[in-house]
């Protein structure tokens, strides 16, 4: 499957965006009503003059799209393999395991050096 080509990506995305667009609605909103400030584009940009943290607030709702996004990338592959699964088709990181397995065995006799030198030192 293509990522570009997944639905539950793109729709983990688009309620990552409407997320953040509340968490940036929701921060300038309380900063003006703590300066008693009215709700208008004025106080929108007296708040990004003094205060300039707003500018990272405002890239929130595409740091929450792209997060989300890939969350639902995750859960999308998740369900696949779960599938898999279920029907019996053989696993789909077979070959990653095995050449876990093998490095694994290759860095066996270092770490077993490693400790005998550690307990000659300690002596």
């Known amino acids: 499957m293509v990522w570009y080509k997944n639905r539950t990506m793109y729709l983990f995305a688009i309620l990552g965006v409407f997320v953040g667009m509340l968490f940036l609605f ?3 909103w309380l900063e003006m009503q703590r300066q008693n400030l009215p709700f208008t584009v004025w106080s929108y940009f007296y708040l990004h003059v003094n205060h300039y943290i707003f500018f990272l ?4 709702p595409f740091g ?3 997060l989300f996004g890939l969350v639902g990338l995750q859960r999308s592959l998740y369900f696949i393999i779960s599938q898999s699964k279920k029907n019996g088709k053989p696993r789909l990181m077979c070959f990653q395991t ?3 397995l093998r490095i ?3 860095i066996l006799p270092v770490v077993i050096m490693l400790r005998l030198i550690e307990l000659i030192y300690l002596l």
């Open 98 to 100: 095995r050449s876990l």
């Open 64 to 66: 929450f799209g792209v």
């Open 104 to 106: 694994g065995m290759e």
């Open 26 to 28: 929701t921060g300038l």
């Open 57 to 60: 607030l405002d890239l929130a």
